[in-house]
């Protein structure tokens, strides 16, 4: 029986790579090149619309954890991402092109995968299906989507930070450096004395942003807040943000005595481009400009894209999915990605994970592989799909979902190692009985 999966990013991906693993013929649906999202511009998988950082590496980070458990599973991300890597201090980041060039030669060669370059609008609940159309679904299939759920549905928006020429940042002013010594020296930082970060707040918070079309009301997720709204939260909240000077020396002083500190972090390969962390942003374009080259070190910075704000939707799946990222009412459809509620490139990735595996194991007439709460990779669909909870906002993988010690342990960095332990060492014995 063929398996129909519903978008080429992130989720779809690795459900089809799941899929076909466990001997399953897949259809994979993706209307690019005919048709584009707001935020979509390469004919290629795997797009990364926002930042290029996979975020940690390391075990005692929620999502270092969910990466290593996905390695467990031939994940599609992380092989990519292994092709891709460039340096990012102690952070998994990616040259976006290769990283989506990868994916694409992954599931394009797979002889049981078959790339249909449609836009898919009717949903057949009588044949097994994957919907990982992401969080920008186009109209028609999220008014099916609607229908089949009898929801309107839910929303966010999120929002991308620019990104800039290395060639144009004056290199006097800034120096490289990682936060507490904490890998190699990959960031590009800027730092601000006083003076200098009190006019760049008064700038930004003053500055005009960009209408948010057809939409009132506007939910903004705080995991990708633009800059200038998290500025008007108060004045030194960037501080303990993403301008946080804290842990980082300035090798031309020799002190981390830096007021504030704006951070770039190397966007491809070739260290041409460098995105400005944590600057999601909804300014109109001039004003980013304007704003941003008061940053010392930007101020004739070359911005090869300004930062975009954009409608993210997902479900209200505490009602609509169980812990498989399968449909309550509809058993044949399973979800996956951020339409689910998960966020996160590499939460949207693992969600595909499971969903493909255990519909596979749906078509095979096997147990499904339980979510375990004391994984990361399991904490997620029980977190989304928790029917207590009355209104649903965007998860990412962190250590406050997954089930807790049996005891306790004082130091925060070895309690969470030994929940990393106890996650792979689970997940590995129950992949082991499959």
């Known amino acids: 029986m ?12 690795e459900a089809a790579n799941q899929l076909a693993k466990q001997g399953i013929p897949v259809e994979l649906y993706e209307m690019k ?11 290629n998988f795997f797009e990364l619309v926002c930042s290029n950082s996979l975020k940690a590496e390391r075990l005692e980070n929620a999502c270092g954890l969910l990466k290593a458990e996905m390695r467990l599973f031939d994940s599609v991300m992380m092989r990519a991402a292994d092709v891709s890597k460039v340096p990012a201090g102690g ?48 109209g028609a299939l999220l008014s099916e989507i609607s229908r089949l759920t009898e929801s309107d549905g839910l929303y966010f928006f999120d929002a991308a930070a620019p990104i800039v020429e290395k060639s144009s940042i004056d290199m006097d002013k800034v120096f490289y450096g990682a936060r507490y010594g904490r890998g190699s020296d990959d960031y590009i930082n800027c730092p601000m004395n006083r003076k200098e970060y009190d006019a760049f707040y008064d700038a930004l918070v003053n500055a005009e942003t960009a209408p948010l079309k057809d939409f009132e009301g506007a939910e903004v997720f705080e995991g990708c807040m633009p800059v200038e709204v998290m500025a008007k939260r108060g004045e030194k909240t ?60 930007l101020r004739n910075a070359e911005f090869v894209r300004y930062g975009v704000m954009h409608r993210n939707t997902y479900l209200d799946s505490p009602r609509i999915l169980n812990k498989y990222y399968q449909m309550r009412k509809y058993l044949n459809i399973f979800f996956a990605g951020q339409i689910t509620g998960v966020e996160g490139y590499v939460e949207s990735a693992s969600s595909g994970i499971l969903a493909g595996f255990n519909m596979a ?19 997620l669909p029980l977190y989304i799909s928790d029917s207590g909870i009355k209104k649903l906002q965007p998860m ?13 342990v004082r130091n925060k960095q070895e309690r969470y190692k030994q929940i990393a332990e106890r996650a792979l060492e689970t997940l590995k014995c129950a992949i082991d009985k499959e």
């Open 2 to 13: 063929t398996v129909r999966v519903i978008g080429a990013g992130l989720a779809g991906c």
């Open 33 to 43: 090149p005919k048709k584009y999202s707001p935020a979509h511009k390469s004919e």
């Open 91 to 138: 952070a998994l980041a990616v040259d976006r092109d290769i990283f989506a060039e990868e994916a694409t030669r992954i599931i394009r060669g797979n002889p049981l995968i078959t790339v249909i370059n449609e836009e898919f609008t009717r949903i057949d609940t009588n044949i097994p299906t994957i919907i990982a159309t992401g969080p920008l679904t186009s």
């Open 238 to 297: 960037l501080l303990f943000g993403p301008l946080k000077p804290v842990g980082l020396v300035n090798p031309k002083t020799g002190k981390d005595d830096s007021y504030a500190v704006v951070q770039l972090r190397q966007d491809n390969r070739s260290a041409s481009l460098y995105n400005i962390v944590g600057f999601q942003t909804n300014l109109k374009w001039g004003e980013q400009k304007r704003v941003f080259s008061m940053i010392p070190g």
């Open 361 to 379: 194991r749906k078509i095979l007439g096997r147990e499904f592989l339980e979510p375990d709460g004391k994984t990361a990779i399991g904490a």
């Open 396 to 408: 990412n993988a962190n250590f406050g979902i997954i089930e807790s010690l049996p005891y306790r």
